[in-house]
């Protein structure tokens, strides 16, 4: 199995090398240290599996991944992290990442590839235990992507499908009145909808 290697600790990717060269079926084609060289290594070696640190200057790996998975959609992307953020488990699941798991469990490390590679997600038990909620604003992520809609216009538009006035709105975001009447018309412009009663059915229908 031919594994690639991207993490930003020069010192963290050779001993990353060192655990994984020491099982026979894998073979470590290269290492990179920033989401720029993933990429160029990914289509210089064609891995099996991308093992890849999440946060890398110039370009993350959530920036590489979804790079990489958009030319290569059955690449195998494996993130190993030191952080348990949900903005990044989030985009690790909306770009299709195949797992994510955190550094301090190295030993999980070599079996997390193996099943990866057998076609299995896999999440550390820390992410797992956030996934059920994760999950629905995975959804929500994707929604907004596809129609074009910023976080301030799902939270309006949620305001709305819960049945709050234009003034309600403003006090719950701390927005003026006419900030909110201004984004319901690029609202309504980006659905191709007629009314605050079409917004909140296409509430339900989409973005729940």
């Known amino acids: 199995m031919k594994v690639l290697l991207v993490?930003?600790?020069k010192l963290v990717c050779s001993s990353l090398k060192i655990i994984l060269s020491s099982d026979p079926e894998i073979?470590?084609?290269?290492?990179?240290?920033?989401?720029e060289e993933a990429i160029e290594l990914f289509f210089?070696?064609?891995?099996?599996?991308?093992?890849?640190?999440i946060r890398m200057e110039p370009m993350s790996g959530l920036e590489a991944g979804e790079r990489i998975i958009g030319?290569?959609?059955?690449?195998k992307i494996l993130y190993l992290t030191?952080?348990?953020?949900?903005?990044y488990i989030i985009k690790a699941l909306y770009i299709g990442a195949k797992g994510y798991m955190l550094k301090q469990n190295y030993e999980s490390i070599i079996p997390s590839i193996k099943a990866v590679s057998m076609g299995q997600n896999v999440y550390g038990n820390e992410i797992i235990t956030k996934l059920p909620g994760l999950i629905g604003k995975s959804?929500?992520?994707k929604a907004l992507d596809q129609y074009g809609l910023s976080e301030k216009e799902y939270e309006i538009i949620k305001k709305i499908a819960d049945g709050l006035s234009n003034k309600e709105i403003s006090e719950a975001l701390f927005l003026s009145e006419g900030t909110i009447r201004n984004n319901i018309s690029t609202i309504l412009e980006k659905?191709?909808?007629r009314d605050r009663t079409q917004i909140a059915i296409f509430y339900y229908k989409n973005l729940t």
């Open 44 to 53: 210089q070696h064609r891995p099996d599996l991308l093992l890849m640190d």
């Open 139 to 141: 959804n929500v992520v």
């Open 191 to 193: 659905l191709n909808l």
């Open 71 to 75: 030319e290569f959609p059955d690449a």
């Open 82 to 87: 030191t952080f348990l953020d949900d903005d």
């Open 27 to 35: 073979e470590v084609v290269g290492t990179g240290n920033n989401g």
């Open 7 to 9: 993490d930003d600790d």
